[in-house]
């Protein structure tokens, strides 16, 4: 359903069609999801199409191994070849900013599912719509948290990784703001 409702805001209503095709990329290494999610969207979208008005809704899947930025530029690339209008993807946020990069180059709407990463949206990245709630939402919970129990200093452990860093990055600049001290990083 929030795909529909979506749909109406991507959707020209300059150039009102008869037929749209969604695309989405699937990760490869979600090998023990990708026929379930798979079978869902044909589900949703059989039943849209049963009930629809005339406009009839078509899907085109893009699998890929997201492990390298070529696979991840490559399969951006192939799923623009099949007209699509716009493209749903249930990535993580790095392969979510790849995508964006290529899709926004084009003015491709790119509905991001479960990406979270604070840093996805920017100002070169207006074609990108994320779902899921941001990192800062986390983060902003924590601090309240501390706030809360008036902690004044704690020690802050991230992973090596984009999310990592970032999330920790995130959290440093409110807790800043609240004038807690980072003890250890």
Partial sequence: MIVVILLCIFLPLGCLQQEYTLGFMLNEKDK???????????????KVNSNSTGIKFNYEFEEYDGSSLFEVVNASCNLLTKDVVV???????????????????????????????????????????????????????????LTKFGWTKISLIASDSNYGIHSATTLQQLLIERTADVTAQ
């Fill in 32 to 46: 023990d999801s990708l026929p379930i999610f798979k079978h869902i969207i044909k589900y949703a979208i059989n």
């Fill in 87 to 145: 493209v749903i993807s249930p990535d993580i946020s790095n392969n979510i900013a790849i995508q964006a990069d290529v899709y926004n180059s084009v003015k491709m709407p790119l509905i991001a599912t479960a990406a979270t990463d604070s840093y996805l949206q920017t100002a070169g990245r207006n074609q990108l719509y994320v779902m899921a709630p941001s990192d800062l939402t986390q983060a902003q919970v924590l601090v309240d948290l």
